[in-house]
């Protein structure tokens, strides 16, 4: 019997290969549903391990399920890789883009998306070596970032037969997750108008740029009428072009947010009829374009107890001097105060920055908290037991999304974090498939919380996931 102390030396043994492939994606950052290098990486490598790769899930180029064995249990690891605009950064601790304006991994995905597909390898060697049967899984899921991956692959079914999922995130502290995120909606709004001269003949116009701003206000009113849990935040996309002109097309692009989905449902029906209102008041014509809609995260706290469980026997990341240095100078390039507000809204205190790492095991602090962000994991904890863990990957209380995050996810302070998660995913998957009970125990808990909500994809009939036209070129 292959133990679970060898199976973390599996990964142990390869943490090089790993961390080249990070590193590769780290350096080749794309945006969600165009991550072309990091799906083509992450299928070759795969393959080379006898993964039976099926591409192109739910019309995404760029996502995919690679599987191994046969039988059940059938367990999956869901992995991304997209990257965030505007976050391009060097390799070092003080802030400076590599490419000015371009994309960079703010989020830690290319740490993501490797170690999920560690873990998923190393299960898939300790089964064949063991003799064991069952099936193990990577899900290759583009655009977490805007909500649509997760989604568009659980409209076709693909997670539907697993017993669990398991997956992970980038965080500044090592722990087992039982916190929820909000649900969300996104959708970009167009009015269609009719140009003028602007100083000439404006009576002849109608403004699409009006119906933008009168449908921003109306919104910004109705925040008063809304649950205080409710985050509704947009941007102007297109304004127009010229003062001088006026504009015959603009659009503004919207998330709605609330800790459940019903509320989300309730908030965007809302939202919806401002828009008509701002259309009706301009005399424009109105365009939805829904990109995608996720639900809330359903922790599962059987799975969480026992991750975490696994993380204490793992034990802690160690840091070098050099290491804490860099952290310590990468806090220091954001704004006096920002991480110690960032620590009080969690509950923690100050002295935390006293150590600008933590490799630690904490214990679980967020149950019963719900994120203000989003995640399309939510709609994959609906459908099976689904596990979370964080490890940390960037130092303490920096804002997320930010290029204190993309400096750490490609040196060695990223890699750390990354190669613990991947054995804290493998060896509770190990568990899973070694002891059924846990498996009943999650699925009970999943059945109990969901029970009078059932999943129904947040999806329009017939929406398709809005890929650039360059993949989908390249897809053919």
């Not at 992995?79 to 601790?93: F, I, R, T």
Request: one cysteine or more.
């Amino acid at each position: 019997m292959v133990t679970n102390e060898e199976l973390a030396e599996w990964i142990e043994e390869r943490q090089g290969r790993f961390v080249a492939v990070a590193n590769e994606i780290w350096e080749k950052p794309q945006l969600g549903l165009g991550e072309t290098e990091a799906c083509k990486i992450h299928t070759a490598e795969l393959t080379k391990e006898g993964f039976r790769i099926t591409p192109n899930i739910g019309g995404m180029p760029t996502a995919f399920m690679a599987e191994w064995g046969s039988g059940s249990p059938i367990i999956g690891f869901l992995g991304e890789y997209d990257a965030l605009p505007g976050l391009s950064q060097k390799n070092q601790a003080t802030q400076d883009p590599l490419v000015d304006g371009g994309p960079g991994h703010g989020c830690g995905h290319n740490l993501l998306g490797t170690a999920a597909m560690a873990a998923a390898m190393s299960v898939k060697a300790w089964l064949e070596q063991s003799g064991r049967t069952g099936t193990v899984r990577y899900y290759g899921c583009p655009a977490e970032e805007t909500l649509i991956g997760k989604v568009y692959m659980a409209r076709e079914g693909v997670f539907d037969d697993l017993d669990a999922a398991i997956t992970w995130h980038p965080s500044d502290f090592n722990n087992g997750v039982k916190g929820s995120c909000n649900a969300m909606d996104n959708i970009k709004f167009r009015f269609h108008g009719k140009t003028a001269h602007a100083g000439g003949n404006p009576e002849q116009g109608r403004s699409a740029l009006d119906a933008v701003e009168l449908m921003n206000t109306g919104v910004n009113y109705m925040r008063e009428h809304s649950i205080q849990e409710a985050r509704i935040h947009y941007v102007i996309t297109n304004g127009g072009g010229a003062p001088n002109v006026v504009p015959a097309e603009a659009e503004v692009w919207y998330y709605v947010r609330a800790p459940k989905r019903s509320q989300v449902n309730e908030l965007t029906a809302r939202v919806r009829k401002i828009a008509q209102g701002a259309a009706l008041m301009t005399e424009t014509t109105l365009e939805e374009d829904m990109q995608g809609g996720c639900f809330d995260v359903l922790p599962n706290y059987a799975l969480a107890d026992l991750a975490h469980a696994i993380m204490e026997e793992l034990g802690p990341i160690e840091y070098t001097d050099e290491e804490q240095a860099y952290a310590k100078t990468v806090i220091s390039g954001f704004a006096p105060g920002t991480c110690e507000l960032n620590l009080r809204a969690r509950g923690m205190p100050e002295s935390m920055l006293d150590t600008p790492l933590h490799g630690e095991i904490v214990p679980i602090y967020d149950a019963g908290h719900v994120s203000g962000g989003s995640t399309d994991v939510g709609d994959v904890s609906y459908i099976t037991p689904t596990l979370q863990v964080h490890t940390v990957c960037h130092p303490t209380a920096i804002p997320g999304h930010s290029w204190g995050i993309t400096a750490t996810s490609g040196m060695s302070i990223g890699h750390k974090g990354m190669l613990l998660a991947s054995k804290a995913m493998a060896l509770t998957g190990a568990a899973l498939y070694l002891d059924q009970s846990l498996i009943d125990q999650a699925q009970a808990e999943l059945k109990e919380r969901t029970s009078g909500r059932p999943y129904e994809t947040p999806l329009e009939p017939g929406l398709k996931p809005p890929v650039p036209k360059e993949v989908l070129a390249m897809a053919k």
